[in-house]
């Protein structure tokens, strides 16, 4: 009888960042599990996968995904966010708390849980909310949050402006080794801005969000990570000016961390082009010199982490003007294309541009995945790194078509998907 968590992967290129691997090899995982890697013989009683010509690398960790549900199903839902994970060769997602109820609760949390297991795509590791309601004024209970299951804490989707707030969360979460994650843009220099200020914004007579929204905001809860000795992380950094601050912060050794999108880093605010309600995102896509800025610091290890944002939404929040529409994109099937364009472009090698979406954000949520090492969950992503495709939105697998990457010609082509041993994506 074939054992259906039991997996042999013949003779793929076995990319694994986290013990600096890199070589042909075959995988054999046994129950769910990786048993070993090396010259191995196929076991007569478990399925085979040839993998000639592929890439296998741990199954991709998303830091930063929203999946809707509960209260957004006209978005997406759990299944339908994990189905599109798994197309993308991201095996585990953390799942921001601007749901409806907001995730601040422990039932909310596994309501989440229950449904991504039910769902069978993806590992699903809730992010807890900073404060009650995301009201950002009273802080929720953030050991019975971990404890329900929730990986970090963060008010995603709105900033924390409250300093006082933010001084408690930092210090309440010591205890609990918890990761506070800011959206870091300050309310009052937002204002009614709708795109970068600059240039583009002011040709298309749009009002415009200055870098100091940004800035501003990293700053202060810098100055509170000193206080406090906290663990804070920034999501989604588009400012060039925000990424200095993370670096001396990191030189002094405080425990700053940050993420960037892949939009962020290959996209700039020419991009909104005609309107494009697809190019709209909080923070807005900035100029060229901050994306150089970021893919810079992404190879210098300032950023750690490449995570989507994934953010869908249905038609009717995008198909509005430029300033009405909902801000945000998809992004879990084009997470690794992107990523490997940085690779094809120099900025950055295949190790360590895998690294940014495996075992770095893992080890940053505590997570014991991002990595191949026998004993380890058996989550694999198997790629072709030369196929090429244009992304459409008859390409993509999620309930909402809101991708900034429409029509782009991509290189990198996830072939299958393996969770915990079980083939969860097949392309083809």
């Known amino acids: 009888m074939m054992r259906v968590e039991s997996l042999f992967i013949r003779g793929a290129r076995v990319v694994d960042p986290a013990h600096a691997h890199d070589g042909v090899a075959d995988i054999l995982i046994v129950d769910g599990v990786i048993r070993e890697i090396g ?90 909310a900073i404060s009650k309601g995301l009201q950002g004024k009273e802080l929720t209970e953030i050991g019975l949050l971990k404890a329900a299951g929730c990986v970090a804490f963060s008010d995603d989707g709105l900033p924390l402006m409250n300093s006082g707030i933010m001084r408690r969360a930092l210090d309440y979460s010591r205890a609990f080794g918890a990761l506070i994650i800011q959206h870091a843009e300050d309310s009052g220099l937002v204002g009614c801005g709708c795109m970068n200020e600059g240039e583009v914004a002011s040709r298309l007579g749009l009002p415009g969000i200055p870098n100091a929204s940004e800035d501003i905001l990293v700053e202060r809860d810098i100055r509170l990570v000193e206080l406090t000795g906290g663990r804070y992380h920034v999501a989604h950094i588009s400012s060039g000016g925000a990424v200095a601050s993370v670096a001396k912060a990191q030189e002094k050794g405080l425990k700053v961390t940050c993420e960037a999108a892949p939009h962020h880093l290959v996209l700039n605010d020419t991009d909104v082009g005609d309107y494009d309600t697809n190019a709209k995102m909080a923070p807005p896509l900035r100029n060229k010199r901050d994306v150089h800025a970021l893919q810079e610091a992404l190879a210098r290890g300032t950023i750690g982490v490449i995570a989507t944002d994934h953010a869908p939404h249905e038609e009717d929040s995008k198909r509005v003007p430029f300033c009405h529409a909902a801000n945000g994109v998809v992004g879990l099937e084009t997470l690794l294309p992107i990523t490997l364009e940085l690779v094809n472009q120099g900025v950055l090698p295949l190790s360590k541009a895998l690294a940014a979406i495996s075992c770095n954000p893992a080890r940053l949520l505590g997570l014991d995945r991002g ?53 969860v994506h097949q392309e083809g």
């Open 39 to 128: 010259k191995l013989a196929a076991p007569a009683d478990i399925p085979v996968i040839e993998a000639d010509g592929l890439i296998a690398a741990p199954g991709l960790v998303d830091m930063h995904v929203h999946l809707r549900e509960p209260g957004f199903e006209y978005k997406e839902t759990i299944a339908g966010g994990t189905r599109a994970a798994a197309a993308g060769g991201v095996t585990s997602v953390a799942a921001m708390p601007n749901t409806k109820p907001v995730n601040d609760d422990p039932s909310v949390t596994g309501y989440m849980l229950d449904k991504a297991r039910m769902a069978g795509f993806a590992n699903l590791f809730p992010i807890g």
């Open 371 to 423: 990595t191949l090492t026998p004993g380890c969950m058996g989550d694999v992503v198997l790629f072709d790194p030369q196929e090429q495709w244009t992304v459409t939105s008859q390409a993509l697998h999620g309930s909402s078509k809101n991708t900034a990457f429409a029509e782009r010609a991509v290189k990198g082509r996830v072939k299958y998907t393996v969770l915990a041993g079980r083939i």
